[in-house]
C-alpha cells in the first residue's frame, strides 16, 4: 500500500527566505505525487502534482515541487516566503493500484516578518 | 477543477443520534471519497463512494456505521449513525476525474457530539 512521510511537524523561516518543506514516499510501481495547503478554517487546496515527465513541477502561489525518484523523495519549495504562505501543508500519494489518495500528518509552516 | 459544496457546514449532535451530510459537486466526476480530520492533523479515508453500488470502507469503518450513497455522478452522502463524542470531528468530500488528476475538496463538515 501506499503512504507517505512528513518527517518535519513544524517548519519555520523569515520572509522572503526560501523554503522547503519535505515529504517522501513508498509505493510500488511510479507514483502519482500532490502537494496540498490549508488555510485556518478552510478546505484543502490543490497546488501541484507530479504524474510524469520533468521532476521539476510548478504550482500555483509560486510553489514548486522536485520528485527524486533515487530518494523517494517530493520536497516542496519556494523561493521566496511570504508572511502569507503561513498554512498547513500535506503531501498526498497515489500509487497505480488504487484510485484513493493517501496523506502525510501535515507539517505547518510558519513564516515570520 | 471541480467545485464541491458541503451540507451542513456544521452541526452540534447528541450521542445516539446520527446526521447525514450531503455533498455536491459541480460536474461530472469520476471518483467520489469521504474524509475525516482532526483540526490540525491529517486526512483519515473513509471510504470510496461508488456510483450505483456499495461504497468501498477502509479498514476500522464499517458500513452499519458510516452509511455511504452515491446516486449518480455529482453526488454522495455520508451519514454518522448512533453518534459518540468519538465521532466529533471534520468531514470533507473529496472528488477526482481519474488517477492521474488531483482531487478536490469540499469545505468539510464540522461534527461535535454532545
Known amino acids: 500500500a501506499q503512504s507517505v512521510a512528513q518527517p518535519e511537524d513544524q517548519v519555520n523561516v523569515a520572509e522572503g527566505n526560501p523554503l522547503t518543506v519535505k515529504c517522501t514516499y513508498s509505493?510500488?510501481?511510479?507514483?502519482?505525487l500532490f502537494w496540498y495547503v490549508q488555510y485556518p478554517n478552510r478546505g484543502l487546496q490543490f497546488l501541484l502534482k507530479y504524474i510524469t515527465g520533468d521532476n521539476l513541477v510548478k504550482g500555483s502561489y509560486g510553489f514548486e515541487a522536485e520528485f527524486n525518484k533515487s530518494q523517494t523523495s517530493f520536497h516542496l519549495k519556494k523561493p521566496s516566503a511570504l508572511v502569507s504562505d503561513s498554512a498547513l501543508y500535506f503531501c498526498?500519494?497515489?500509487?497505480?493500484?488504487?484510485?484513493?489518495?493517501?496523506f502525510g500528518a501535515g507539517t505547518r509552516l510558519t513564516v515570520k516578518p | 477543477s471541480a467545485v464541491i459544496s458541503q451540507k451542513p457546514s456544521r452541526d452540534i449532535c447528541q450521542r445516539g443520534t446520527s446526521l447525514t451530510i450531503q455533498c455536491q459537486v459541480d460536474?461530472?466526476?469520476?471518483?467520489m471519497f469521504w474524509y475525516r480530520q482532526q483540526p490540525g492533523q491529517s486526512l483519515t479515508l473513509i471510504a470510496t463512494a461508488n456510483q450505483g453500488s456499495e461504497a468501498t470502507y477502509e479498514s476500522g469503518f464499517v458500513i452499519d456505521k458510516f452509511p455511504i450513497s452515491r446516486p449518480n455522478l455529482t453526488f454522495s452522502t455520508l451519514t454518522v449513525s448512533n453518534m459518540s463524542p468519538e465521532d466529533s470531528s471534520i468531514y470533507l468530500c473529496?472528488?477526482?476525474?481519474?488517477?492521474?488528476?488531483?482531487?478536490?475538496f469540499g469545505p468539510g463538515t464540522r461534527l461535535t457530539v454532545t
Open positions: 473529496s472528488a477526482g476525474r481519474g488517477r492521474s488528476y488531483e482531487q478536490y
Open positions: 498526498a500519494v497515489r500509487d497505480l493500484n488504487n484510485n484513493d489518495m493517501r
Open positions: 509505493v510500488s510501481g511510479n507514483p502519482y
Open positions: 460536474s461530472q466526476v469520476t471518483m
